[in-house]
């Protein structure tokens, strides 16, 4: 049986696109013939805090089943509201995970580590070289790209350059690079010197997320007859462009039947708060962070779902989780964003595409979608039949496992 060190700084019970998907693959790889240790923070993501069972100690092993055991390890948990904190918490990660493994050596085959954060990966690349594994990469944002113009951090910062060039040692030091897009794995191969890539798309565990009956069943609060409801879900993170989310909602104020929704939370909340102190719509309900399996609830409650990505070069490569999840619960989705997720929108059938950061065509694509029900209907109707063909969680998974195993015999 093979053997796989597999570093993720979020994991279940922690949401969020990184915990979900590497709870997918790791499940996975352990009925398939893996042997798999995961290490991964002691639960504190999206808001910073730390639940009480898990306050005592350094270290918590849970061993889920013969072939899959999570490793939890201290990090220096904060709600990550400056640069600084942020810093401290990736970095602490970064030591704890590879203080953990090297003080629990194995004889792995392969040391896994996705990012982001891409310090993660620093340890995981020096520790494949001790343990003399195979070092495989999964770059899900390209950093530093991604948080570039985010608040202190500008293209010329001594950060970035130093980022830059971890970034190219890290690939150019991997056996694998798992890419997510194909526009991103064009990026990363420029950079990579020769390093072989393999695209493993985001996908949707469909078992949970497809139409739901009845959502106010399982949702928290009450679903208002007779209202137009207009959603987000996921994250408060700097990739999503709740500013023009939250003025479009207050350009469709005169429409008093549309009810907007944000359900998520993160340490970033303060942000969210400060734009709805701002502009002070009166149409829209922040609910909070749900349980990930209430999520597909919430979603079918939907009239429309918004997927809004700020206006950046370095996000025109990825394409959010929460888009397949949309179409996966057959609801119409209007999108504001460049690159490839314009271009899988385009190909799903199921999205309306505006410019991102224009909260005037938002706020027409939404009023214009909800006159329209045929428009809305010819939307949903194939959008969970495109996600099963090509974005079926557990189908990557399998591809993954049939790579590693290749990657091995080498």
């Given at each position: 049986m093979k053997q796989i060190l597999y570093l993720s700084q979020y994991y279940p019970p922690e949401i969020g696109a990184g915990a979900v998907r590497s709870d997918a693959i790791t499940n996975y790889l352990a009925d398939d013939d893996w042997n798999v240790d995961v290490v991964c923070e002691i639960p504190n993501y999206p808001t910073g805090e730390t639940p009480d069972e898990y306050r005592d100690r350094w270290v918590y092993r849970e061993k889920v089943s013969d072939t899959l055991t999570i490793n939890r390890?201290?990090?220096?948990?904060?709600?990550?509201?400056?640069?600084?904190?942020?810093?401290?918490?990736?970095?602490?990660?970064?030591?704890?995970?590879?203080?953990?493994?090297?003080?629990?050596?194995?004889?792995?085959?392969?040391?896994?580590a996705t990012s982001p954060p891409i310090f993660a990966a620093i340890s995981g690349c020096i520790l494949a070289k001790l343990f003399g594994a195979k070092f495989v990469f999964e770059i899900?944002?390209?950093?530093?790209?991604?948080?570039?113009?985010?608040?202190?951090?500008?293209?010329?910062?001594?950060?970035v350059k130093i980022g830059n060039y971890i970034e190219r040692w890290l690939y150019r030091s991997a056996d694998l690079l798992i890419p997510v897009t194909e526009a991103s794995e064009k990026?990363?191969?420029?950079?990579?010197?020769?390093?072989?890539?393999?695209?493993?798309p985001n996908g949707v565990d469909l078992n949970l997320f497809n139409p739901k009956d009845n959502p106010q069943l399982h949702v928290d609060e009450p679903i208002e007859p007779g209202k137009f409801r207009v959603g987000y879900v996921g994250s408060l993170g700097f990739i999503?462009?709740?500013?023009?989310?939250?003025?479009a909602?207050?350009?469709?104020?005169?429409?008093?039947?549309?009810?907007?929704?944000?359900?998520?939370?993160?340490?970033?909340?303060?942000?969210?708060?400060?734009?709805?102190?701002?502009?002070?719509p009166a149409n829209i309900n922040w609910v909070g962070l749900k349980m990930h399996r209430q999520i597909p609830y919430y979603i079918s409650s939907f009239d429309i779902a918004i997927n809004p990505v700020n206006n950046r070069f370095a996000l025109e490569s990825i394409v959010t989780v929460k888009f397949y999840e949309y179409?996966?619960?057959?609801?119409?989705?209007?999108?504001?964003?460049?690159?490839a997720l314009e271009a899988i929108g385009r190909e799903s059938g199921g999205a309306v595409t505006v410019q991102p950061g224009e909260a005037d065509l938002l706020a027409k694509a939404i009023l214009k979608l909800k006159a329209d029900d045929q428009m809305r209907a010819d939307l949903s109707k194939h959008s969970f039949r495109?996600?099963?063909?090509?974005?079926?969680?557990?189908?990557?998974?399998?591809?993954?496992?049939?790579l590693l195993k290749k990657l091995t015999e080498n």
């Open positions: 390890v201290w990090v220096k948990a904060n709600q990550r509201r400056n640069f600084l904190q942020q810093i401290t918490f990736f970095l602490s990660f970064m030591v704890s995970s590879f203080l953990f493994a090297v003080t629990h050596p194995k004889k792995y085959d392969v040391v896994y899900r944002d390209i950093w530093p790209d991604s948080v570039v113009n985010e608040e202190e951090l500008e293209n010329n910062s001594l950060f990026i990363i191969s420029r950079r990579a010197s020769g390093t072989p890539t393999s695209v493993i999503h462009d709740l500013d023009t989310f939250i003025r909602a207050k350009l469709c104020e005169s429409d008093s039947s549309i009810e907007f929704i944000i359900v998520g939370d993160s340490g970033r909340n303060n942000r969210l708060q400060y734009l709805l102190d701002e502009y002070q179409l996966a619960c057959e609801v119409p989705v209007i999108t504001s964003a460049r690159g495109f996600v099963k063909n090509n974005f079926d969680r557990y189908k990557h998974a399998a591809e993954l496992s049939k």
